[in-house]
Nanobody, 124 residues
Framework: QVQLVESGGGSVQAGGSLRLSCAASGRTFSNYNMGWFRQAPGKEREFVGAITRSGSFRYYTDSVKGRFTISRDNAKNMVHLQMNSLKSEDTAVYYC?????????????????WGQGTQVTVSS
């Protein structure tokens, strides 16, 4: 079992930045690939980005490439999502998730564990 707790959400104006963090506890964090997903009001949850167990590879959805950066610190059992140049369309609840799968990390169904989510609101 892995417990995930997100933090760092809030309200920011368009063009601003936020850094989300996800603290993991339970089983060995470095065994898990980590993903970030988001769900906007009235929309389905969507993939934002993912980072592999060692941090060697990162994947992003096209809409956040160049603006968002995922990082992880396996010594501290943390994963972060640095979000820059925020847009109103980034407004959503953001979730971190963990998976032992090595398949397509964009697929939500592959993730075994989820955090409770943190709200990000970007005003224009």
């Amino acid at each position: 079992q892995v417990q995930l707790v997100e933090s760092g959400g809030g309200s920011v104006q368009a063009g601003g930045s936020l850094r989300l963090s996800c603290a993991a506890s339970g089983r060995t964090f470095s065994n898990y690939n980590m993903g970030w997903f988001r769900q906007a009001p009235g929309k389905e949850r969507e993939f934002v980005g993912a980072i592999t167990r060692s941090g060697s590879f990162r994947y992003y959805t096209d809409s956040v490439k160049g603006r968002f950066t995922i990082s992880r610190d396996n010594a501290k059992n943390m994963v972060h999502l640095q979000m820059n140049s925020l847009k109103s369309e980034d407004t959503a609840v953001y979730y971190c998730a963990a998976t032992i799968s090595t398949l397509d990390l964009r697929r939500e169904v592959l993730y075994n564990y989820w955090g409770q989510g943190t709200q990000v609101t970007v005003s224009s």
